[in-house]
Each structure stands twice: as structure tokens, then as C-alpha cells.
């Protein structure tokens, strides 16, 4: 609730500084508004952890939100009339009498919320005792409910009889506990809430192996609410029992440097093990490190945290370890789910499907397994209804289900411990579908669009909403799906269950409705909508209003979308309009009224055209995505949108090997120079227009991400001198206008200190002499290029290269990757050198390769010499290659080099064939046959080949 109030707090500044004296009837009651505003911020803060445990609180919070959210209602309503005011004929009798009734219906709005603010704050002080309590103590276990039964006690006396899956965990932690250096050492266990990181300690911490090793052992709960005096305190008299001491008196007053000095000159000359359990924050660890003596006895320190980053720092200093504890496999989590629902027993046939489907909601997590079970294990398992109204109905089982609040609240903590200003980003998680992979691009606009999001001094807003992204990942709250070849986070999921608590959070606080299936909507104030599926259908209504819209999203919707006929009220507050993905031809005609646009996306629809005389009028517009549509030219207006941050007009044909032509992009107008907000912006296409658009683009001195298309030679001069100007560019693509055409990079001198990714499709007459200076760069795609000299020399000292794709760039007949060279290279591509005929990888170059890919290369036949010594590759991948090379490395054939190869995972020979690729894995070739195996087929498009 605090992040609401905040938000509109924020809100009120431009009102103050732009629309206030403009329109004077309702000045003072936003003045007294924001004042009342400002009182009760900080009493929020508190009363939002507690909401949950006290009813009447909880009411209050909901009228202070109800508030908040009419009040931003009213704002942006008083922004739309000051704007038609501003844009009006002044001599339009009709017009002015008709913003003077608006003017004096949103004073009289704002003088009820005013009255109604008044009584709320006159209640807020009967809780002030209650909530000073609750400060100091910050009690999480408190503020999550006084009746929850904190149950990590009971995963310290779990019998083994009730564990699976935990001994290969516990048997790899007892060797980093007792064997190593005898230097002090610190040992994170870390994972999500629920994923038994206390049962595994414990079991590891009671090992008798354990016990023998060390001379004094200490167990210390932290939990939220720990002061760091009690927890010196409790680690103090433990450790006094453990060595039979008896208690010095007076350390129940002691302040924490003498609790510290005691405690150090205990342990100074023991081997001793002391493990932190379920600590939350980095001032606790700090509070108690140099309590801890590095002594040279073996002494170990091990931790438990939800925070990847506090696990990460903790051990960091000591070169120990970190322990990344997964979910359970699927025949573990099976054996847990079948011990405790069928006790032991086998699952009956006619509930396979049912529980396999729970199961796969708790996604390995063993608290949710666990707690499922003891709901399903009441069940009659002959009343298959019942079963089916659990697995079809789980969000409201988790609400009302009391076997489930245990659950419940031990994944709320980490929601509930989450600072204010991520709440919202987090809770924006709930509007996507379940299983849903969310890009990170995608959602870090849609946070910057909703307004989540505040620049910093030094700092963008994507570099703030990149660091809240990193916050979310560090407390396991999100979970990267996948990553780019060099590091980036490229697309995010939510555990199901932990998407099922925020659903339920989102819902009670009115942040979000979620309608499928043809949902019936609600008659409510709807903020956010997120459509999945079928179109809703209104309630027995003439339509649906949702004029305090702000955001709309679209999943999976495969009608012909009319939000006119589904919303003919309008929606005229909308900040967020996503399309992406829905079945769209025509741009929408209503987009034109909504001045607070600020996220337009209609990415993968079928619109062919924007309108003229539309996009100019969306002076807030920051994100405009039109990529993989069909829209290649913008109407001239867009130069007014002087918000816009990011435009991306593209779309890509890819299909089997990398073609030229595979991607094209947009006429730009040629006051491009005027969107000086704009941080990417892809794809120009530089031959349609004069050569000013590429002299306009040095203007766009906040560009980050930039692509151009069809670059003609005579414009590199021109070209090279902006790019110079870009010195925040991280990104840079450039194709020229054909295969045999020149890229001209050749008057750069100064390249953009930052970059990090640099793709070039086009010949060069040599390579750019600046490359090897790019100190940042990760990765470097050269297609097409047609070089004289041997590129690799050039290339082998770049210190952050993980990613290198070669096209046709060499005609060389040799490749030599020498010694100790390429040092933090992941992913090497090469493809279609024609002339080649051997690769060299000396000893120690490329040490961190983990993927290898060689294609088209009619001349090679044979595996680059020195692969052997790659001891990281995980995949090698031969493309279209000569049989002669498959035949050997076949394990059974008459080549001899299968033994070059056998160290690596996955070997794969690939063939593009009637439009898709046929895959054979080495291992199951037969005969020494390079086609005679089992073959898998394959449609997916290949990233390394998209130009």
C-alpha cells in the first residue's frame, strides 16, 4: 500500500508545477490532499506487513488504497482537461462552459475524497500503539499472522523415513564441511522459500561424521525479526553449553562488543562449525562475522537464505561456497507425493492425470508437495469430483484451505520482506499466464510504462528497473529461463504456486483482474486487465465499463479482436496497450484518444499501416513495438512523440541457414534527429531517403541499441561520425545494402566505449582496425565479410568475447585458435568457409568453450585438431558437413578420432532438409552411416544464423 501512496505522491508533482494555476477551483484541496498524503506514508510501510493478521487494519488499508487510486483517477483526468484546454480555441463558447463543468465536478471529487481522507486519518492513530510495536520489533513472524505456527522447528526433527531426494545434496556438503583448506570457511545453502534448505542442514549439521569433525558446534535461528544483541546472545549460550561452561553473569544486559569479544575468544583456538539458519539481511551476517576468529583449525560457518546475493557476499570473502539447491527431480518428487498422499501406496490409475497435474504445479518445491499431499490424503480417493475441483481451483484451495497456510505464509515471506518499490514490479508478475516465459526487454518497459520506475542520479530508468530485475532473481522470487550466450537474462517464470499467492495478493488489492476462458467480468473498478484466451463476456451487461483502465494485455486471444464493441464506454485513462501476439490486421483507430499511452506493442500481429495523424497525438508514448508486423514506413508525426524511448520497426524471415535479405526494417523519417529520448531504435533502413537520416541519428545521444539496414559505402563517412557522438551505444548492427556490398567502417576512430554487442553483415574491405580495442565487447557476429587476412589475430586478445559467429568471412584455408588465446569465449559459430580445410585449437586457448558449431564447410574433413583439450564443451554440432568428416568420429567406424570427441555430452549431425533439420546424435549412428541413426526433426530457428 505504501508503494500506491508513494506513487501518487509522485504524481502530485507535476500538478503543482504545470495544472494547478491553470486551474485555480482545485488547488487548495490537492494541497490539503498531498499534505495528508505525506503524514500517513510512512505509518504504511508498517501497516502493509501487518494488514494481514489484523482485520480491522486491513480495512483501513484498503480505504487509504481505494483513495489513492481515485485521486490518481482525478489527476489524470484534470491533465486530460488541461490538455484540451491548452489545444482548444479559446473563442469556442461551447468548449470553454464545458471544461468549466468538468473543472468544478473533479473540485467537488477532490473536496469528498478530502472529507473522506479526513475521517481515515482521524482513525489511523488508534493503531499507532499497535504499529510502533510492530516497528520495533519487526516481527515478520508477527506481522504474517499471530496464529501462524512457525514450522522450522518442526523440519529439525523430521525423521529420514520423511526425506527424499536429500543425500546427494547432504553427502556433497559434508565434504566441503570436512575436507579443504584450514582456513576459516563459509558455506551458503541458498533456494527459493519452501525448497527444504533447514531440513538439509540440519540432517548435514547432526551427521556423525559432522559431530566428530569439529570440537564445538552451535545452531542459531535468525529468522526477520532477529535483534542482532538476542542473536549474539542465543549464539553465546549455545556455544557455552556445547564446551559445558558455565554462563558468565550478566550476558543477558551485555551489549554486543562485549558479546562479541566472549564469543571470539571461545572459538579462538576451537575447530568449530556454527550454522546461521533463514537469515534475511546482510547487516545480520556483518553484525556477526567478527565474532567468528579466522583461525587456521578448520573452522566452517555455514548459512541458509532465500538471497542468492547474501549467500553469494557471506562467502565470498573466505573462497568458500555456495550451494544452489534445486527442486526435487520428477521421480523424487513423485516418491515424496506418493509416500504422503497414498501412504507409501501407489497412486491409483484413475488419478494419474489429477496428480501428476498437482504436481506439476509445486514444480519440485517440497513444501508445496508436502502440503498438497496432507490436503489430497484427506480426500476419498474414489470421489474423482473432489479431486478435480482441487486440481481445476487451486489459487482458491490455497486461500481457504487451512492445511495450506503453512504454505501460504511461508511464500508470502518473501513477498512481505520485499521493499516497497518492488511490490508492484513484483506483483505485475501476476498478469502473465502460468508457464508463461517473460522476456526481460518486455518487461522491464511495461514497468518503466506503469510508472513502477523513477531515473536515478547517473542512472536510466532501465538501469534502475535492470537492478530491480536483479533484486527479484537474488531472493529466488524469479527464476531465469533462459540466457543469452553471453550472460544478459533473456526471458523469466514464476513458480506456479508463488504466481498462485501473487494472483491472490493482486486480486485483494485490486492491482489486477485476470479474465480466461470467457471469464465473466465483474461490474468493479478495474485497473489492470489481462485478457488470456477467449474474449470475456460482459455480465448479462449492455458492456463492460472500465474507465479507470490502465492497462491492457493480451495472451493467447485468437479472435478478431473489437475492444470498441467489448468496451464502448472507452478506457481514455489507458497507460498500456499490448496486442503482442493476437490476431490484429488494422491498426486500432481508438489509440488516437488515449493522450496517457505511454506502451503501445502490437509485435507478431498482422497490422500493415499506421495511420497518419495518430501518432503525434500520443505525446506520452515511450514504447512503440511493431516488430515481426508488417509496417515498413512510419507517418512523419512520429518526430512529435518526444517521450519515446524505444521504437522497434522490424521484421524476420528466417528460415534454415542465414540469407541476406532475411530481415527488414523501416523508412525513417527524416527528423529522426527529434526523438532525442530514444534508446534503441531498430531497424532503419538507411538507403530509403536522403543520406540525412544517417546525419539526423548523431541527435540521439541517449541511444543505447541501434540497427541499421542497406547502409550504402558512400555513407560510412557520414555514418562512422554519428556513431561517435553515441557514446552510450551498448549495441551496434549494420548490414549493407547487399552480400557483395561494403560496409565502410573505416573513418571510425573513436568507437563507443561501452559496446557490447557488434554485428556486421556485409564484405569489408579489411577489418575495422578499432575491434580489438572493444574491451566490452561480448559479442561479435561477422557475416558475410570476405576478408583477406585471417581475422582471428585481431580478435584473440578481446578480454569479454564469449560470443563469436564467423559467416563466410575468411577464404583462408586454415583457422588457428592458438594457445591461450579467447580466453572467456563460450559460443564459436563457423559456417560456410568454403576454402577450408583444418582448425587448429592450441593447447589452452578457448578454455570456457561450451558450444561449438561448424556448418558448410566442404573442404574440412576432419574435427579441428586439439578439441581434446576443450574440457568444457558441452555441444558440438556439425552442419551440413562432408560425410567423410562424420565417418570419423563414428564410435565404431574406420576413422580414429571418436576418442577427439567422446568427452563431449552431446555431438550432433544436422541437416536442413524439406524445410526443417534433421538431427542425429552420434552416439545412435549406425553402421558409421552419417544418416543412419535415429533422427529427431526439427523446426527451430537457429539464433546464431538470424543476420
Same mark, same amino acid.
Given at each position: 500500500?505504501?508503494?500506491?501512496?508513494?506513487?501518487?505522491?509522485?504524481?502530485?508533482?507535476?500538478?503543482?508545477?504545470?495544472?494547478?494555476?491553470?486551474?485555480?477551483?482545485?488547488?487548495?484541496?490537492?494541497?490539503?490532499?498531498?499534505?495528508?498524503?505525506?503524514?500517513?506514508?510512512?505509518?504504511?510501510?508498517?501497516?502493509?506487513?501487518?494488514?494481514?493478521?489484523?482485520?480491522?487494519?486491513?480495512?483501513?488499508?484498503?480505504?487509504?488504497?481505494?483513495?489513492?487510486?481515485?485521486?490518481?483517477?482525478?489527476?489524470?483526468?484534470?491533465?486530460?482537461?488541461?490538455?484540451?484546454?491548452?489545444?482548444?480555441?479559446?473563442?469556442?463558447?461551447?468548449?470553454?462552459?464545458?471544461?468549466?463543468?468538468?473543472?468544478?465536478?473533479?473540485?467537488?471529487?477532490?473536496?469528498?475524497?478530502?472529507?473522506?481522507?479526513?475521517?481515515?486519518?482521524?482513525?489511523?492513530?488508534?493503531?499507532?500503539?499497535?504499529?510502533?510495536?510492530?516497528?520495533?520489533?519487526?516481527?515478520?513472524?508477527?506481522?504474517?499472522?499471530?496464529?501462524?505456527?512457525?514450522?522450522?522447528?518442526?523440519?529439525?526433527?523430521?525423521?529420514?523415513?520423511?526425506?527424499?531426494?536429500?543425500?546427494?545434496?547432504? /553427502?556433497?556438503?559434508?565434504?566441503?564441511?570436512?575436507?579443504?583448506?584450514?582456513?576459516?570457511?563459509?558455506?551458503?545453502?541458498?533456494?527459493?522459500?519452501?525448497?527444504?534448505?533447514?531440513?538439509?542442514?540440519?540432517?548435514?549439521?547432526?551427521?556423525?561424521?559432522?559431530?566428530?569433525?569439529?570440537?564445538?558446534?552451535?545452531?542459531?535461528?535468525?529468522?526477520?525479526?532477529?535483534?542482532?544483541?538476542?542473536?549474539?546472545?542465543?549464539?553465546?549460550?549455545?556455544?557455552?553449553?556445547?564446551?559445558?561452561?558455565?554462563?558468565?553473569?550478566?550476558?543477558?544486559?551485555?551489549?554486543?562488543?562485549?558479546?562479541?569479544?566472549?564469543?571470539?575468544?571461545?572459538?579462538?583456538?576451537?575447530?568449530?562449525?556454527?550454522?546461521?539458519?533463514?537469515?534475511?539481511?546482510?547487516?545480520?551476517?556483518?553484525?556477526?562475522?567478527?565474532?567468528?576468529?579466522?583461525? /587456521?583449525?578448520?573452522?566452517?560457518?555455514?548459512?541458509?537464505?532465500?538471497?542468492?546475493?547474501?549467500?553469494?557476499?557471506?562467502?565470498?570473502?573466505?573462497?568458500?561456497?555456495?550451494?544452489?539447491?534445486?527442486?526435487?527431480?520428477?521421480?523424487?518428487?513423485?516418491?515424496?507425493?506418493?509416500?504422503?498422499?497414498?501412504?507409501?501406496?501407489?497412486?491409483?490409475?484413475?488419478?494419474?492425470?489429477?496428480?501428476?497435474?498437482?504436481?506439476?504445479?509445486?514444480?519440485?518445491?517440497?513444501?508445496?508437495?508436502?502440503?498438497?499431499?496432507?490436503?489430497?490424503?484427506?480426500?476419498?480417493?474414489?470421489?474423482?469430483?473432489?479431486?478435480?475441483?482441487?486440481?481445476?481451483?487451486?489459487?482458491?484451495?490455497?486461500?481457504?484451505?487451512?492445511?495450506?497456510?503453512?504454505?501460504?505464509?511461508?511464500?508470502?515471506?518473501?513477498? /512481505?520482506?520485499?521493499?516497497?518499490?518492488?511490490?508492484?514490479?513484483?506483483?505485475?508478475?501476476?498478469?502473465?499466464?502460468?508457464?508463461?516465459?517473460?522476456?526481460?526487454?518486455?518487461?522491464?518497459?511495461?514497468?518503466?510504462?506503469?510508472?513502477?520506475?523513477?531515473?536515478?542520479?547517473?542512472?536510466?530508468?532501465?538501469?534502475?528497473?535492470?537492478?530491480?530485475?536483479?533484486?527479484?532473481?537474488?531472493?529466488?522470487?524469479?527464476?531465469?529461463?533462459?540466457?543469452?550466450?553471453?550472460?544478459?537474462?533473456?526471458?523469466?517464470?514464476?513458480?506456479?504456486?508463488?504466481?498462485?499467492?501473487?494472483?491472490?495478493?493482486?486480486?485483494?488489492?485490486?492491482?489486477?483482474?485476470?479474465?480466461?476462458?470467457?471469464?465473466?467480468?465483474?461490474?468493479?473498478?478495474?485497473?489492470?486487465?489481462?485478457?488470456?484466451?477467449?474474449?470475456?463476456?460482459?455480465?448479462?451487461?449492455?458492456?463492460?465499463?472500465?474507465?479507470?483502465?490502465?492497462?491492457?494485455?493480451?495472451?493467447?486471444?485468437?479472435?478478431?479482436?473489437?475492444?470498441?464493441?467489448?468496451?464502448?464506454?472507452?478506457?481514455?485513462?489507458?497507460?498500456?496497450?499490448?496486442?503482442?501476439?493476437?490476431?490484429?490486421?488494422?491498426?486500432?483507430?481508438?489509440?488516437?484518444?488515449?493522450?496517457?499511452?505511454?506502451?503501445?506493442?502490437?509485435?507478431?500481429?498482422?497490422?500493415?499501416?499506421?495511420?497518419?495523424?495518430?501518432?503525434?497525438?500520443?505525446?506520452?508514448?515511450?514504447?512503440?513495438?511493431?516488430?515481426?508486423?508488417?509496417?515498413?514506413?512510419?507517418?512523419?508525426?512520429?518526430?512529435?512523440?518526444?517521450?519515446?524511448?524505444?521504437?522497434?520497426?522490424?521484421?524476420?524471415?528466417?528460415?534454415?541457414?542465414?540469407?541476406?535479405?532475411?530481415?527488414?526494417?523501416?523508412?525513417?523519417?527524416?527528423?529522426?534527429?527529434?526523438?532525442?529520448?530514444?534508446?534503441?531504435?531498430?531497424?532503419?533502413?538507411?538507403?530509403?531517403?536522403?543520406?540525412?537520416?544517417?546525419?539526423?541519428?548523431?541527435?540521439?545521444?541517449?541511444?543505447?541499441?541501434?540497427?541499421?539496414?542497406?547502409?550504402?559505402?558512400?555513407?560510412?563517412?557520414?555514418?562512422?561520425?554519428?556513431?561517435?557522438?553515441?557514446?552510450?551505444?551498448?549495441?551496434?548492427?549494420?548490414?549493407?545494402?547487399?552480400? /557483395?556490398?561494403?560496409?565502410?567502417?573505416?573513418?571510425?576512430?573513436?568507437?563507443?566505449?561501452?559496446?557490447?554487442?557488434?554485428?556486421?553483415?556485409?564484405?569489408?574491405?579489411?577489418?575495422?582496425?578499432?575491434?580489438?580495442?572493444?574491451?566490452?565487447?561480448?559479442?561479435?557476429?561477422?557475416?558475410?565479410?570476405?576478408?583477406?587476412?585471417?581475422?582471428?589475430?585481431?580478435?584473440?586478445?578481446?578480454?569479454?568475447?564469449?560470443?563469436?559467429?564467423?559467416?563466410?568471412?575468411?577464404?583462408?584455408?586454415?583457422?588457428?585458435?592458438?594457445?591461450?588465446?579467447?580466453?572467456?569465449?563460450?559460443?564459436?559459430?563457423?559456417?560456410?568457409?568454403?576454402?577450408?580445410?583444418?582448425?587448429?585449437?592450441?593447447?589452452?586457448?578457448?578454455?570456457?568453450?561450451?558450444?561449438?558449431?561448424?556448418?558448410?564447410?566442404?573442404?574440412?574433413?576432419?574435427?579441428?585438431?586439439?578439441?581434446?583439450?576443450?574440457?568444457?564443451?558441452?555441444?558440438?554440432?556439425?552442419?551440413?558437413?562432408?560425410?567423410?568428416?562424420?565417418?570419423?568420429?563414428?564410435?565404431?567406424?574406420?576413422?580414429?578420432?571418436?576418442?577427439?570427441?567422446?568427452?563431449?555430452?552431446?555431438?550432433?549431425?544436422?541437416?536442413?532438409?524439406?524445410?526443417?533439420?534433421?538431427?542425429?546424435?552420434?552416439?545412435?549412428?549406425?553402421?558409421?552411416?552419417?544418416?543412419?541413426?535415429?533422427?529427431?526433426?526439427?523446426?527451430?530457428?537457429?539464433?546464431?544464423?538470424?543476420?
Amino acid at each position: 500500500m505504501a508503494e500506491a501512496v508513494n506513487f501518487l505522491l509522485q504524481r502530485l508533482v507535476p500538478v503543482f508545477e504545470n495544472e494547478v494555476n491553470l486551474l485555480t477551483g482545485v488547488e487548495a484541496e490537492v494541497v490539503y490532499l498531498k499534505e495528508k498524503l505525506e503524514l500517513i506514508k510512512a505509518f504504511l510501510k508498517v501497516a502493509d506487513a501487518l494488514e494481514e493478521s489484523d482485520e480491522e487494519l486491513k480495512v483501513w488499508v484498503k480505504q487509504v488504497r481505494d483513495v489513492a487510486h481515485e485521486t490518481e483517477d482525478i489527476l489524470d483526468e484534470l491533465e486530460l482537461l488541461v490538455q484540451a484546454r491548452n489545444h482548444t480555441n479559446r473563442f469556442f463558447v461551447f468548449l470553454r462552459i464545458r471544461n468549466m463543468k468538468a473543472r468544478y465536478r473533479i473540485a467537488h471529487e477532490l473536496k469528498n475524497i478530502n472529507s473522506r481522507m479526513t475521517t481515515i486519518f482521524s482513525i489511523h492513530k488508534r493503531f499507532l500503539r499497535k504499529l510502533d510495536f510492530a516497528s520495533d520489533a519487526s516481527n515478520s513472524i508477527y506481522t504474517a499472522g499471530k496464529i501462524w505456527h512457525d514450522q522450522r522447528g518442526d523440519a529439525l526433527l523430521l525423521d529420514n523415513t520423511d526425506l527424499v531426494g536429500i543425500d546427494r545434496h547432504k /553427502n556433497q556438503l559434508i565434504r566441503w564441511l570436512i575436507k579443504g583448506s584450514r582456513g576459516r570457511k563459509v558455506i551458503s545453502v541458498t533456494g527459493m522459500g519452501g525448497m527444504g534448505k533447514t531440513t538439509l542442514v540440519k540432517k548435514v549439521y547432526d551427521d556423525p561424521k559432522v559431530i566428530k569433525h569439529f570440537d564445538a558446534c552451535a545452531w542459531v535461528t535468525v529468522s526477520q525479526s532477529c535483534a542482532i544483541e538476542e542473536l549474539l546472545r542465543d549464539l553465546a549460550q549455545k556455544l557455552f553449553s556445547e564446551i559445558r561452561r558455565k554462563v558468565p553473569k550478566g550476558l543477558e544486559s551485555m551489549h554486543r562488543d562485549k558479546l562479541k569479544m566472549i564469543i571470539k575468544k571461545l572459538l579462538q583456538r576451537r575447530k568449530y562449525l556454527v550454522v546461521f539458519d533463514d537469515v534475511w539481511h546482510r547487516h545480520e551476517w556483518e553484525a556477526v562475522r567478527y565474532a567468528l576468529p579466522k583461525n /587456521n583449525y578448520g573452522s566452517r560457518i555455514m548459512l541458509t537464505t532465500r538471497k542468492s546475493n547474501l549467500a553469494n557476499i557471506s562467502s565470498k570473502e573466505s573462497k568458500g561456497k555456495v550451494y544452489n539447491l534445486q527442486p526435487l527431480k520428477e521421480d523424487e518428487a513423485w516418491d515424496l507425493f506418493c509416500k504422503k498422499t497414498f501412504q507409501g501406496h501407489r497412486c491409483p490409475s484413475y488419478l494419474i492425470n489429477i496428480c501428476s497435474y498437482i504436481l506439476r504445479k509445486c514444480e519440485g518445491l517440497p513444501l508445496a508437495i508436502v502440503a498438497m499431499s496432507g490436503v489430497l490424503a484427506t480426500k476419498d480417493k474414489h470421489r474423482i469430483d473432489e479431486w478435480d475441483r482441487i486440481c481445476r481451483s487451486l489459487g482458491a484451495e490455497i486461500q481457504i484451505n487451512g492445511k495450506l497456510d503453512n504454505l501460504k505464509t511461508v511464500l508470502s515471506l518473501s513477498f /512481505n520482506d520485499l521493499p516497497h518499490y518492488l511490490k508492484y514490479c513484483f506483483l505485475y508478475l501476476s498478469m502473465f499466464p502460468e508457464d508463461y516465459l517473460i522476456q526481460r526487454m518486455r518487461l522491464i518497459r511495461l514497468w518503466i510504462a506503469e510508472g513502477f520506475i523513477k531515473a536515478g542520479e547517473g542512472k536510466t530508468m532501465e538501469d534502475i528497473a535492470e537492478d530491480y530485475l536483479k533484486k527479484l532473481i537474488n531472493r529466488n522470487l524469479l527464476q531465469v529461463a533462459e540466457r543469452t550466450s553471453d550472460g544478459r537474462v533473456k526471458t523469466l517464470r514464476i513458480h506456479d504456486l508463488l504466481r498462485e499467492i501473487i494472483i491472490l495478493k493482486s486480486k485483494d488489492q485490486n492491482f489486477a483482474t485476470i479474465v480466461k476462458e470467457q471469464t465473466v467480468i465483474r461490474a468493479e473498478k478495474i485497473r489492470r486487465l489481462s485478457l488470456q484466451g477467449t474474449l470475456p463476456i460482459p455480465n448479462g451487461q449492455q458492456h463492460i465499463s472500465v474507465s479507470q483502465l490502465r492497462s491492457l494485455l493480451m495472451f493467447g486471444v485468437d479472435e478478431n479482436l473489437s475492444l470498441g464493441k467489448l468496451f464502448p464506454g472507452g478506457f481514455k485513462l489507458l497507460n498500456v496497450l499490448d496486442y503482442q501476439d493476437s490476431p490484429l490486421k488494422k491498426f486500432p483507430k481508438a489509440v488516437v484518444d488515449l493522450y496517457h499511452l505511454t506502451y503501445l506493442s502490437l509485435r507478431n500481429t498482422q497490422v500493415k499501416t499506421i495511420p497518419n495523424c495518430i501518432l503525434g497525438k500520443l505525446q506520452n508514448l515511450e514504447t512503440l513495438d511493431l516488430k515481426n508486423t508488417c509496417v515498413t514506413e512510419l507517418p512523419t508525426d512520429i518526430v512529435k512523440v518526444k517521450k519515446l524511448r524505444h521504437l522497434l520497426v522490424y521484421q524476420s524471415k528466417v528460415e534454415g541457414y542465414a540469407q541476406f535479405h532475411s530481415k527488414y526494417g523501416f523508412k525513417a523519417p527524416l527528423e529522426i534527429g527529434n526523438l532525442q529520448s530514444l534508446q534503441k531504435l531498430c531497424f532503419v533502413e538507411a538507403n530509403k531517403g536522403c543520406r540525412m537520416i544517417i546525419r539526423h541519428l548523431k541527435e540521439l545521444s541517449q541511444l543505447r541499441r541501434l540497427g541499421i539496414m542497406r547502409l550504402r559505402e558512400e555513407d560510412g563517412k557520414d555514418f562512422c561520425f554519428c556513431i561517435e557522438k553515441l557514446v552510450s551505444l551498448s549495441a551496434l548492427s549494420v548490414t549493407s545494402e547487399g552480400e /557483395n556490398k561494403v560496409i565502410d567502417l573505416t573513418s571510425l576512430s573513436t568507437p563507443p566505449p561501452f559496446l557490447q554487442r557488434l554485428y556486421l553483415s556485409g564484405r569489408l574491405k579489411e577489418l575495422p582496425c578499432w575491434i580489438p580495442s572493444l574491451h566490452n565487447l561480448a559479442r561479435l557476429f561477422l557475416k558475410w565479410s570476405y576478408l583477406k587476412h585471417d581475422p582471428l589475430v585481431y580478435l584473440q586478445d578481446l578480454p569479454n568475447l564469449a560470443h563469436l559467429e564467423l559467416l563466410q568471412v575468411y577464404d583462408g584455408d586454415t583457422l588457428h585458435f592458438k594457445c591461450g588465446k579467447f580466453n572467456k569465449l563460450k559460443v564459436l559459430g563457423i559456417d560456410k568457409f568454403e576454402e577450408l580445410g583444418q582448425v587448429i585449437v592450441g593447447k589452452g586457448a578457448m578454455p570456457c568453450l561450451e558450444t561449438l558449431s561448424i556448418g558448410r564447410c566442404e573442404s574440412l574433413k576432419k574435427v579441428p585438431s586439439g578439441i581434446e583439450n576443450l574440457t568444457k564443451i558441452k555441444v558440438l554440432e556439425f552442419f551440413d558437413m562432408p560425410d567423410e568428416l562424420m565417418m570419423t568420429i563414428c564410435q565404431h567406424g574406420p576413422g580414429k578420432d571418436y576418442w577427439k570427441v567422446s568427452h563431449i555430452p552431446e555431438v550432433y549431425s544436422t541437416y536442413w532438409r524439406d524445410g526443417g533439420w534433421d538431427v542425429y546424435a552420434l552416439d545412435s549412428l549406425r553402421d558409421c552411416s552419417p544418416r543412419s541413426g535415429t533422427v529427431r526433426r526439427s523446426h527451430e530457428c537457429r539464433n546464431q544464423w538470424k543476420v
